[in-house]
C-alpha cells in the first residue's frame, strides 16, 4: 500500500514538473526556424519596412516566456503560413497586435489604470508593444519610476495622445520633445515638477490636477504663488471654474519661454482667453505702438493688469491707478483746459472720454465710508436675505427710490459697528472689450455738451454695480430715468452733470439758488457802498 502511494506522489510530482517545464520552455522552434533572422522583413503597402525577425534570446528574456507563439498569434496557421496577406502599415499591424493583447488583459481593467486610460481605444494612438515591447517584454515594474528617466515617460507623451476631462471632453498630453528642450527647463526631470508620478505612481488629471500643477511650479517659484493667490485666475480656479487658468495655462507646461517672449504681442498668453479683448487692445493706440519697434514701451495686458496678482476690475481706483501710473501728469494737463478737473477724473472713468466710440453707463456702487471698499453681491444678498431679488431689480430695472430704499434697507441690518454707506456714481464704459479700444489723445471726448446736455446719451444706461468674489463688476440694470428721479437726489448726492442728470426743475433750482446768492452778495456789497458813500457826502 505505502509503495503504491509514493509512486503516486512520484507520477504527480513528475507530471508537476513536466507541465511546470513546459510551461517555462514551449515550443517556439518552428516559428523561429524563419523569425530567427536579422535580414526577415515585409514592405506594408504604405512602402514602409516592417522587421519581422525574433530571437530565442528575446523571447526566454520575457514575462510571456512560457506563452506559446499562437498565444498571441492566434490566426497564424503553419500549414499555410506565410499566406502573403498585405499590411496597410506599421502603425495598423502594431494596432492588431494591441488587440490581441486584449485577450488577456481586458480593456476594462487596463483603463481603470489612469496610465492607460487615454490610449486603450479601438483605434489606439500608443500600442501596447511601443511601451511594453513586442517579444522582450519586461515587467511593468521595471519600466516605471524615476530610474527610468524621461525617457520612459517619453514614450508615451511623445505621441498624439488625449486625456478625458473629468466633466467631459478631451485634451492633448502630447509633449513636444524639442519645445521641451529649448524651454527654460531644459534639465529637469518629469518627476521634478510631477512629483505624484514617482515609484510608478499616475494619478488621473482633472481640475485639481491644475491647482496641484500651480503647487509644483511653487515648488521653485513661491514668490509668485504668493502673488497669484490673491488674483482673480486663483480664486476661479480654486473654486473649480472650468478652464480657469493656472500657471501652465499662461506659461505652457512643457514649453516654458523666457519673459521676454511674453512681453511681445504675439507672445502674450492673455489672448487665448480674451480673444475678443485682445483684438480691441491691438488696433487702439497701444496696441498700434506696441506693433512697431519704436514704441516697445507702450503698455502690454501685464502693465496695467499685472501678470500674476491679476485684480478685477469692480474697484475702480484700481483702473484709475493703472492709467495714472503711466500718465501721472495727467491731473496737471487736464486742469489746463478742463473746468474742475480733479472732480472729472474722479467721477469719470479714463475710457469713458478716451475710448470715443463705446457705450457708457453710469455705474452706480455701493460703498463703504472711509474704506472706498465696494460691497459684493454675496454681501448684499446674504444682509438682504428675501428681499433681495426685489431690491435689485429682479430685472425689471432699479429706480431711483428703490435704490434710496436699498440703502436704508441695508444700512438697518448692517452692524453698528459697520462703515456706513454711500452709493458712488461713476460714469464708464459699459463693456470690457470697449474699455481697451483707446483712441489717440487727439479723438478723445473734448466736448462738454456730451455730457452737459438734457437727453445725453452718456447717461442712456444706468445700472448698480456689485463686485462679484472674484473681484468682477456685476451689473444689475437700472431704469433709464433713474438719475433725474428725486430718490437719486437723496441716494447719489455727489454724482451730478449739469444739464445731463437729475430733473430740468432741480436744475433751474441751482441756477436760481446760484443766481440767488449772486445776487444776495451783489446787494450786500452794493448796500455796502452806498452807505459808505452816504456817510461820506454827509
Not at 10 to 30: E, I, Q, R
Not at 262 to 273: D, F
Not at 299 to 314: E, I, Q, Y
Request: charged share 20%; hydrophobic share 40%.
Amino acid at each position: 500500500m505505502r509503495t503504491r502511494v509514493i509512486s503516486v506522489l512520484a507520477a504527480g510530482l513528475l507530471l508537476v514538473a513536466t507541465t511546470a517545464f513546459a510551461a517555462k520552455a514551449p515550443d517556439w522552434s518552428p516559428c523561429l526556424d524563419c523569425h530567427d533572422d536579422e535580414s526577415l522583413t515585409l514592405k506594408t503597402q504604405a512602402g514602409e519596412t516592417l522587421a519581422l525577425a525574433v530571437t530565442a534570446k528575446e523571447l526566454g528574456a520575457s514575462v510571456h516566456k512560457g506563452v506559446e507563439c499562437q498565444g498571441c498569434h492566434p490566426g497564424i496557421n503553419l500549414d499555410s503560413h506565410p499566406e502573403g496577406k498585405p499590411v496597410a502599415s506599421i502603425e495598423q499591424y502594431r494596432a492588431g497586435a494591441s488587440k490581441a493583447c486584449l485577450g488577456c488583459h481586458p480593456a476594462a481593467k487596463l483603463k481603470a489604470k489612469a496610465q492607460h486610460a487615454g490610449v486603450v481605444t479601438d483605434n489606439p494612438k500608443v500600442t501596447c508593444g511601443e511601451c511594453h515591447g513586442s517579444h522582450q517584454i519586461a515587467r511593468a515594474a521595471t519600466l516605471s519610476g524615476p530610474t527610468a528617466g524621461n525617457d520612459y515617460c517619453l514614450r508615451c507623451h511623445s505621441r498624439s495622445i488625449v486625456a478625458q476631462r473629468p466633466g467631459g471632453g478631451t485634451y492633448s498630453i502630447r509633449v513636444d520633445v524639442a519645445k521641451l528642450k529649448a524651454s527654460v527647463h531644459p534639465d529637469h526631470a518629469c518627476v521634478d515638477c510631477h512629483a505624484d508620478f514617482k515609484g510608478g505612481a499616475h494619478p488621473s488629471a482633472g481640475q485639481t490636477h491644475a491647482v496641484a500643477s500651480t503647487r509644483a511650479c511653487a515648488t521653485c517659484h513661491s514668490e509668485k504663488l504668493r502673488q497669484i493667490e490673491g488674483s482673480i485666475h486663483y480664486t476661479l480656479l480654486r473654486s473649480g471654474v472650468p478652464g480657469a487658468p493656472g500657471c501652465t495655462d499662461c506659461h505652457s507646461a512643457h514649453e516654458v519661454a523666457p519673459k521676454e517672449r511674453y512681453a511681445t504681442l504675439t507672445g502674450s498668453p492673455c489672448r487665448a482667453c480674451h480673444g475678443d479683448i485682445f483684438t480691441a487692445y491691438a488696433g487702439s493706440m497701444h496696441g498700434t505702438a506696441r506693433a512697431t519697434e519704436s514704441h516697445l514701451d507702450a503698455p502690454l495686458c501685464s502693465d496695467c493688469h499685472r501678470a500674476h496678482d491679476v485684480r478685477g476690475t469692480a474697484n475702480p481706483a484700481l483702473v484709475k491707478a493703472a492709467c495714472i501710473g503711466c500718465h501721472p501728469a495727467a491731473a496737471k494737463t487736464h486742469d489746463a483746459w478742463l473746468p474742475n478737473a480733479a472732480l472729472h477724473l474722479e467721477s469719470v472713468s479714463c475710457a469713458a472720454c478716451h475710448a470715443p466710440t463705446a457705450q457708457r453707463v453710469v455705474a452706480l456702487r455701493l460703498t463703504e465710508k472711509g474704506t472706498g471698499r465696494t460691497l459684493t453681491e454675496r454681501e448684499v444678498r446674504e444682509a438682504l436675505g428675501p428681499d433681495a431679488d426685489k431690491v435689485l431689480g429682479n430685472g425689471s430695472g432699479i429706480d431711483g427710490l428703490g435704490l434710496w430704499n436699498a440703502v436704508n434697507l441695508l444700512e438697518s441690518k448692517r452692524t453698528a459697528s459697520a462703515a456706513k454707506l454711500e452709493v458712488v456714481g461713476r460714469l464708464e464704459v459699459a463693456r470690457g472689450a470697449a474699455a481697451h479700444r483707446l483712441a489717440a489723445k487727439s479723438g478723445a471726448v473734448r466736448s462738454c455738451e456730451s455730457c452737459h446736455e438734457a437727453g445725453s446719451k452718456a447717461f442712456d444706461s444706468v445700472a448698480l454695480s456689485l463686485a462679484r468674489d472674484d473681484g468682477r463688476p456685476k451689473d444689475f440694470k437700472g431704469t433709464q430715468k433713474m438719475l433725474t428721479e428725486a430718490g437719486a437726489v437723496i441716494a447719489v448726492p455727489d454724482f451730478y452733470a449739469l444739464g445731463g442728470t437729475r430733473s430740468i426743475v432741480l436744475d433751474w433750482l441751482l441756477v436760481l439758488a446760484l443766481a440767488g446768492g449772486f445776487g444776495v452778495i451783489a446787494a450786500h456789497l452794493t448796500a455796502r457802498l452806498w452807505t459808505a458813500r452816504s456817510r461820506k457826502e454827509g
